[in-house]
């Protein structure tokens, strides 16, 4: 009887990496998923940005076992010259091992601690401005209203990722009510933003999370004003971008006090524009509960001076998680150009850092003190992070990959020191006259 397999080759695969034509592998087997990129749940840009290659690491590290079923009536053949790397054997492996633990499915009670830690600070910020006279108490107030938010933030990521609830119905109802309800932040904004980040770490043309200009550059690559593929627009780097950039090392904290508003912007375009969002009347819904009862409990306030102190001190405690974000990513290794599939670990190693703490401060961090075993194990429940992060070191080690964790402190100065040589850069190209040795003393450590 003949054969009638199909076989493809690497070169082959290539060759189909558009929308209109896309094909991927994963585990030696070709699939051509051209018509599943609109209806994907985590979007088109995973499959748009690893169009044509294999993607297994990806694949494992986003879907559960039960998603494999699935594969089979997109089949076409398979791929004739299929390697795997060692450092991807022992990451399958390990994900394997974790799997057969049920590590995946044992989520804890980090939730239910959450969710009951976070309607005491909603009880107390709201009681606070209603029972108390005393300015101190309601700037206090909003204080904690910063930290509402930033578990509130834990919670919508957490519920991202994997399913936080006993079902999909309630797990979603927790997305809207902690992401769009509680903070204004559209949890569909951020499932696209946050998966492309995952996909292609880093990078500074595909992540969105790199992408700041005319505030901030992490790299001189940026001076090439790169093309974002996640907003489809060119990051011109002009006059402005370049004196902003400039003083980035001195203007990012302050911007972090103020990075909300560039969420609540992404959010508002994102539902606002054309493109397609799953359960847009939910997210738009839950949106708008945000700001009805936010700018009320503001106006209860007895002045405008002790309202914009509220809203000033919510921002500026958020701000500590716009930080941490930043801390994770900015400082290591970036490059330009698409994800690649066959470099997974080495990329996700690369790109991300670990803040290292004491335990009793994970409650803080939201588990993405783990930065590195986060973004190799997504669907991880954080409550798992330290116990396994010994073997991800160890891995690392073994494949003379960098793993990358500091205390806090220290990744503040690494990523300070990140822009500051970018925007000693950026002033070479704005101001060529020759610099004194007060400048370089004032700038190198500034």
């Known amino acids: 009887m003949a054969d009638t397999k199909k076989y493809f080759t690497t070169k082959e695969l290539k060759k189909h990496n558009t929308r209109e034509d896309l094909w991927i592998s994963i585990q030696g087997k070709v699939y051509d998923v051209t018509n599943w990129v609109n209806d994907h749940p985590g979007g088109e840009l995973p499959l748009l940005n690893l169009a044509g290659q294999d993607v297994t690491d990806a694949f494992v590290a986003f879907h559960p076992g039960s998603a494999w079923k699935y594969l089979d009536r997109f089949f076409v053949g398979y791929l004739k010259d299929f390697q795997v790397s060692e450092a991807s054997q022992d990451y399958r492996r390990l994900s394997n091992e974790f799997s057969k633990l049920g590590m995946f499915e044992k989520k804890g009670h980090i939730t239910f601690f959450s969710l009951c830690f976070m309607a005491m600070l909603f009880t107390i910020s709201v009681g606070g401005v209603f029972w108390s006279k005393s300015m101190w108490v309601h700037l206090a107030c909003g204080g904690l209203m910063g930290f509402l938010w930033i578990q509130s933030g834990w919670i919508g990521h957490d519920s991202g990722h994997y399913q936080i ?12 009510l902690t992401g769009n309800c509680l903070t204004g932040l559209s949890i569909g904004w951020w499932k696209w933003n946050h998966n492309a980040h995952h996909i292609s770490c880093n990078s500074l043309d595909f992540d969105p999370d790199l992408q700041h200009i005319p505030f901030f550059a992490v790299s001189s690559s940026f001076f090439n004003s790169l093309t974002s593929c996640f907003y489809d627009r060119k990051m011109t780097f002009d006059k402005v971008s370049r004196f902003l950039v400039s003083y980035q090392h001195w203007t990012f904290y302050p911007v972090m006090c103020f990075a909300r508003f560039n969420l609540f912007a992404q959010t508002i375009i994102l539902l606002t524009s054309k493109r397609k969002v799953p359960n847009r009347f939910q997210e738009i819904a839950g949106v708008l509960v945000f700001w009805i009862w936010y700018p009320l409990l503001v106006s209860c306030l007895p002045s405008w001076t002790e ?18 974000f930043t801390l994770n990513h900015w400082s290591t290794d970036v490059y330009v150009g698409p994800p690649c599939g066959n470099d997974w670990f080495e990329k996700q190693t690369k790109g991300t850092l670990d ?6 401060m994970d409650w803080f961090h939201g588990g993405l003190q783990f930065q590195v075993e986060h973004h190799l194990f997504p669907r991880l429940p954080r409550c798992h992070f330290r116990k396994i992060a010994p073997l991800v070191r160890d891995l690392c080690k073994k494949h003379n990959l960098p793993y990358n964790s500091v205390s806090f402190w220290e990744a503040n100065k690494k990523t300070i020191a990140t822009l500051s040589t970018a925007a000693l850069q950026a002033r070479d190209l704005t101001n060529p006259v020759p610099k004194n040795l007060v400048w370089e003393a004032l700038n190198t450590f500034g």
């Open 165 to 176: 609830m006993t079902g999909r119905g309630y797990n979603r109802f927790v997305q809207i």
């Open 307 to 324: 309202r914009l102190m509220f809203v000033f001190s919510s921002l500026v405690v958020t701000g500590l998680q716009h930080l941490q």
């Open 355 to 360: 803040i290292a703490c004491p335990s009793w």
